[in-house]
């Protein structure tokens, strides 16, 4: 008999996982979002409490979890370097006890689980653009380590309760992403500019301005996470996911005055330690497993960001 699907969301209530629930429930599935609302906001899911469908759930996944579901998405995680600098301590529990807990999980109940990796696996990458073979040159030592090897470990625990438990895993090499519902005050690139430029303040760029990303916007990656996670048991990845678009951080600077029509000037701050110089996906691997590669223009992405951040400052102040 059909019925619907049950779709657990960790870190539902954050920038990526409160679009990838409305997707889910669009679709016509029980969307379960659990969150302990450390980076991630009520505002973000509000629009979602009054579906019947939609179940909201405070929890931290460093803690066990015990329900049935069908799916499991996992993306609890602080993703923004304030962020996940703030308790590097919780940062990698987070995804290495958050991985065990939801891996076990998923062992329990028979469930597809979908990890959100990132490119930070790649750390300052010595190869250009990244593949998924490339085994990344990261600091373990760093101030950027809590969040690099705590998702490495956790690709580490997918894959071996794949080899060890037969786990049906995806995983998911996500490269930068931008859109509406970035937190404001993450101090991530795009949403930095962004706010900077519209309210009339210095453009910070750190260091020369010179080093590149390449920027996905949010739908184009949520249909990469759903197609990923529609594929049978056969495809694992890691396979990265972003927009192989690249534009080095003045040039994006300098995009984000002119759709503003700003007057805010640039300025040149010293470059945070292990800052990658250089970063833009192959996807190769994707657009040959999924049929799938980003469709909205960078021109697109920054104009619907711009206006939601325009629209959060009258609002907020
Ligand atoms: P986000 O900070 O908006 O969302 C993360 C969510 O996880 C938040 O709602 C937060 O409250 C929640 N969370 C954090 N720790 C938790 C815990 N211990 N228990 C329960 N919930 C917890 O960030 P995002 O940009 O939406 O990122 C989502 C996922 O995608 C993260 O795993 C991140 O590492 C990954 N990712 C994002 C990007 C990007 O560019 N946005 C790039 C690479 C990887
Ligand atoms: N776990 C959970 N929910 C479940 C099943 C397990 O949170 O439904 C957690 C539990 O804390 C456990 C971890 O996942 O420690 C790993 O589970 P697994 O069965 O792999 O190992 P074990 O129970 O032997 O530690
Ligand atoms: N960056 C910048 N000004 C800012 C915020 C970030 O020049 O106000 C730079 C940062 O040093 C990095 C790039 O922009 O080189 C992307 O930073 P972000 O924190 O968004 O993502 P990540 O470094 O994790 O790719």
Request: proline letters at 5%.
């Amino acid at each position: 008999m059909w019925r619907r699907k049950r779709i657990l969301v960790t870190g539902g209530a954050g920038f990526l996982g409160s679009h990838l629930c409305e997707r889910l429930l669009e679709e016509g599935n029980d969307v379960l979002c659990v969150d302990n609302f450390y980076t991630g906001t009520k505002d973000n899911i509000i629009h979602l409490l009054e579906n019947p469908h939609f179940e909201l759930m405070r929890h931290d996944v460093t803690f066990p979890l015990y329900l049935e579901v069908d799916e499991i998405y996992n993306l609890a995680c602080p993703a923004s370097p304030i962020h996940y600098q703030h308790d590097p301590v919780q940062t990698t529990k987070t995804s290495v006890h958050g991985a065990i807990n939801m891996l076990g999980l998923a062992k329990r109940v028979g469930a597809k689980i979908f990890q959100a990796s990132t490119s930070e696996v790649y750390g300052d990458p010595e190869v250009h653009p990244q593949t998924e073979d490339y085994r990344g040159n990261v600091n373990p030592i760093g101030p950027r380590a809590c969040y690099d090897e705590g998702k490495r470990c956790a690709e580490t625990l997918f894959f071996d309760y794949h080899r060890q438990h037969g786990l049906d895993i995806k995983v998911a090499r996500i490269f930068n992403t931008y859109g509406p519902r970035m937190h404001p005050q993450d101090g991530r690139v795009v949403s930095n500019f962004i706010i900077q430029a519209l309210q009339g303040e210095d453009i910070t760029i750190y260091g020369d301005g010179e080093q590149t990303r390449s920027f996905c916007f949010y739908t184009d990656l949520i249909e990469g996470f759903v197609r990923l996670m529609a594929t049978d048991k056969s495809v694992t990845g890691p396979m990265n996911l972003g927009n192989p678009y690249e534009i080095t951080i003045r040039e994006l600077a300098e995009r984000v005055i002119d759709m503003t029509s700003s007057s805010s000037r640039l300025i040149f701050k010293d470059l945070p330690a292990d800052d990658p110089l250089q970063r833009k996906p192959d996807i190769t691997f994707a657009r040959n497993t999924l049929g799938w590669e980003p469709k909205v223009a960078l021109e697109t992405g920054l104009g619907s960001t711009i206006e939601y951040f325009r629209d959060l400052i009258v609002k907020h102040g």
